[in-house]
């Protein structure tokens, strides 16, 4: 609207000079209207826009999907093929592949089960058809470079890849790979973790199940053994990881968790021990007051935000 108004603006101002004038005129005109701004096609070709729209399908219909893995094989060239495997290698092995951008010992994988193809446990199947995406707790338009690195600083307690690293871009270019077949912005059958009612988490009760149903793999303190990762203490994900919030951790506890014996806590166990877990302590994340811009954080953040805290003041 603005840049329409903008250049037709400026054609009047012009249209008493030359007429290599009118020629820049027109051709702004052209670029600025009929090149970018698709809400207000030429008047000559209204007509046949609308017959081509009439046989697409609708745009920004969300479609729900099933979910499939993608095979190799479906990755006819090979030097497409060698990034999606060094993308895949980099997740399974973060902290020894760029140890400078890993801050614990957590690998993706750690949360990622089965290098991201796990339905239920945060897939990363269809997750390049996902992105760009408003995130609340951001407050922009992500783009999936920027959701990885929320967890290289987060979930990693690292830092932030360089995006134009051939690192990112075979991180990327695995995640595409899971991600073929998938309409952008389609929801996938199984994605995110199966969310679990909220219960009041008792720490005690938390206390006493991590003892017998967890300590064997991540160890008494906490610190992790060679069989499982630290889930707390300072090779853990830091307190402004998605984890940190009690409604993701019970939820992924009860669906991942034990191990071996997946999905045979109850809700209300699942959130005593996630409670546990998450009042130790654990690396903190220094910018975390950030977080929620809008003021608008769910409700089990474990920290107050700057905009919470304004708006609680009344602005
Ligand atoms: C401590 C657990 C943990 C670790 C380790 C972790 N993540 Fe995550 N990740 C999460 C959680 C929790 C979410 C949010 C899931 C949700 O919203 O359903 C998430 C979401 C994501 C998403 C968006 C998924 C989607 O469906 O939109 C991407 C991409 C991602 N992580 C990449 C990574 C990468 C890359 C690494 C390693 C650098 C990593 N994660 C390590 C916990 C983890
Ligand atoms: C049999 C061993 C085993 C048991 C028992 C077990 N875990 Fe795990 N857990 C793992 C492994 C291994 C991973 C990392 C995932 C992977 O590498 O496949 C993991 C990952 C996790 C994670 C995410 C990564 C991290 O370290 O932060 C959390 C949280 C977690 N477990 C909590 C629990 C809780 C709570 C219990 C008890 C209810 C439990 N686990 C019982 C083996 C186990």
């Given at each position: 609207m603005a840049l329409r108004s903008a250049s037709i603006r400026w054609i009047t101002v012009t249209a008493v000079t030359a007429a290599a004038a009118v020629a820049v005129a027109t051709l702004a005109t052209a670029c600025t209207v009929e090149r970018y701004e698709p809400r207000f096609p030429a008047d000559t070709s209204r007509a046949a826009n609308e017959a081509d729209a009439a046989t697409l399908?609708?745009?920004?219909?969300?479609?729900?999907?099933?979910?499939?893995?993608?095979?190799?094989?479906?990755?006819?060239?090979?030097?497409?093929?060698?990034?999606?495997?060094?993308?895949?290698?980099?997740?399974?092995?973060?902290?020894?592949?760029?140890?400078?951008?890993?801050?614990?010992?957590?690998?993706?994988?750690?949360c990622h089960a089965l290098d991201g193809t796990q339905q239920n446990a945060m897939p990363w199947v269809g997750v390049y058809a996902r992105f760009p995406q408003y995130r609340a707790r951001s407050g922009y338009v992500q783009i999936i470079e920027d959701r990885i690195n929320d967890c290289f600083k987060r979930s990693m307690n690292g830092r932030a890849l360089i995006p134009e690293s051939r690192e990112m871009r075979d991180i990327i270019n695995y995640f595409a790979f899971l991600s073929l077949g998938y309409p952008q912005g389609a929801e996938v059958v199984g994605q995110g973790?199966?969310?679990?009612?909220?219960?009041?988490?008792?720490?005690?009760?938390?206390?006493?199940?991590?003892?017998?149903?967890?300590?064997?793999?991540?160890?008494?303190?906490?610190?992790?053994?060679?069989?499982?990762?630290?889930?707390?203490?300072?090779?853990?994900?830091?307190?402004?990881?998605?984890?940190?919030?009690?409604?993701?951790?019970?939820?992924?506890?009860?669906?991942?968790?034990?191990?071996?014996?997946?999905?045979?806590?109850?809700?209300?166990?699942?959130?005593?021990?996630?409670?546990?877990?998450?009042?130790?302590?654990?690396?903190?994340?220094?910018?975390?007051?950030?977080?929620?811009?809008?003021?608008?954080?769910?409700?089990?953040?474990?920290?107050?935000?700057?905009?919470a805290r304004a708006k609680a003041r009344g602005r």
């Open positions: 399908p609708t745009p920004n219909l969300v479609r729900r999907v099933a979910f499939r893995v993608p095979l190799e094989s479906e990755v006819a060239d090979t030097v497409m093929l060698r990034s999606v495997r060094r993308g895949r290698a980099l997740l399974r092995n973060t902290r020894d592949s760029l140890r400078s951008y890993v801050g614990n010992r957590l690998q993706c994988v750690s973790i199966p969310p679990v009612a909220p219960l009041p988490g008792n720490e005690a009760r938390g206390r006493a199940i991590y003892a017998s149903k967890c300590a064997v793999c991540h160890g008494v303190n906490g610190q992790g053994t060679q069989t499982a990762p630290p889930v707390w203490g300072p090779q853990s994900y830091n307190v402004g990881a998605g984890m940190t919030r009690v409604r993701t951790a019970a939820a992924f506890i009860k669906e991942l968790m034990p191990q071996n014996a997946p999905r045979t806590l109850s809700a209300q166990e699942a959130y005593d021990v996630a409670t546990f877990i998450n009042k130790k302590p654990r690396p903190d994340f220094k910018t975390k007051e950030r977080d929620w811009p809008r003021g608008d954080p769910p409700p089990d953040v474990a920290y107050q935000t700057n905009a």
